[in-house]
């Protein structure tokens, strides 16, 4: 387990950046933090690190939104509003986390019973006593 604090969101681009950067096909990472502790400024980062330089919002109403452009395929999941996990199978879940690309799931707690059997999971918490803009970032393979 590797934690890292952020004191502000660049430092939160920058690590997903790196992250981006070393990424290989087929991982798979997922994303956990509450709504506004920075999932999107993170993948901003790790697109950019992929060499991605479309814009990069959170595929919240799509539930999957794929980036072809950069080095390695990056599948984007946003699985806040997927009601069941048979919902994921209807987009085809398995042959984009099973595949050549990189996919990042947010929320992936959601649907802990269809994830890989290794993936890196990703933490981003709030620390107001430490500062607004303070994360503390946990980076851990299961």
Do not use: C
């Not at 290989?24 to 901003?44: C, M, R, S």
């Not at 939104?65 to 996990?85: C, K, L, S, W």
């Not at 986390?97 to 990042?104: A, Q």
């Amino acid at each position: 387990m590797k934690i890292i604090e952020s004191f502000r969101p660049e430092d939160t681009f920058a690590l997903g950046r790196e992250i981006g950067q070393k990424a290989e096909p087929g991982a798979v990472y997922t994303l956990i933090g509450d709504l506004g502790v920075g999932k999107t400024v993170f993948t901003q980062g790790l697109a950019e690190g992929l060499g991605i330089t479309e814009p990069v919002n959170s595929p919240t109403f799509t539930i999957v939104q794929v980036y072809d452009e950069g080095r390695i395929p990056f599948y984007h999941f946003d699985v806040y509003r997927v009601g069941d996990v048979s919902e994921m199978d209807e987009i085809g879940y398995e042959e984009y986390v099973y595949g050549e690309g990189i996919s990042l799931i947010e929320w992936a707690n959601l649907i802990e019973e269809i994830l890989p059997e290794h993936y890196t999971e990703i933490t981003i918490l709030k620390d107001l006593e430490k500062g607004f803009d303070y994360r503390k970032i946990t980076i851990e393979e299961k």
